[in-house]
Nanobody, 123 residues
Framework: QLQASGGGLVQAGDSLRLSCAASEPTFSNYNMGWFRQAPGKERVFVAAIRRAGGITDYADSVKSRFTISRDNAKNTAYLQMNSLKPEDTAVYYC??????????????????WGRGTLVTVSS
């Protein structure tokens, strides 16, 4: 079970850090990903981090502004979001998957999903 938190209403240029807490004791065996879904749009890939950490991937739209990390001792993944833009407004979902790293940008690469946390960026 995944629980995402940390969303809120911020102004353009501000920062937020999302957290994704997992109840799964073998958290370190899962790739972790963040996706987002803007109103009226499909859910899209934002960032992913490999099981053992260290290897990450980002959507072009967030590269250099967002940072994904994980603390396996705390069973928690994070998404640090800096320089937020109004177009970052969306519900953010964390996901966990035991599939191959090559599937990291697709929803099919994940077995479990959190409920999502809303991020609203005002201009």
């Amino acid at each position: 079970q995944l629980q995402a938190s940390g969303g809120g209403l911020v102004q353009a240029g501000d920062s937020l850090r999302l957290s994704c807490a997992a109840s799964e004791p073998t958290f370190s065996n899962y790739n972790m990903g963040w996706f987002r879904q803007a109103p009226g749009k499909e859910r899209v890939f934002v960032a992913a981090i490999r099981r053992a950490g260290g290897i990450t991937d980002y959507a072009d739209s967030v590269k250099s502004r967002f940072t994904i990390s994980r603390d396996n001792a705390k069973n928690t993944a994070y998404l640090q979001m800096n320089s937020l833009k109004p177009e970052d407004t969306a519900v953010y979902y964390c996901a966990a998957g035991r599939t191959v790293w090559g599937s990291r940008t697709s929803y099919v690469g994940y077995n479990y999903w959190g409920r999502g946390t809303l991020v609203t960026v005002s201009s």
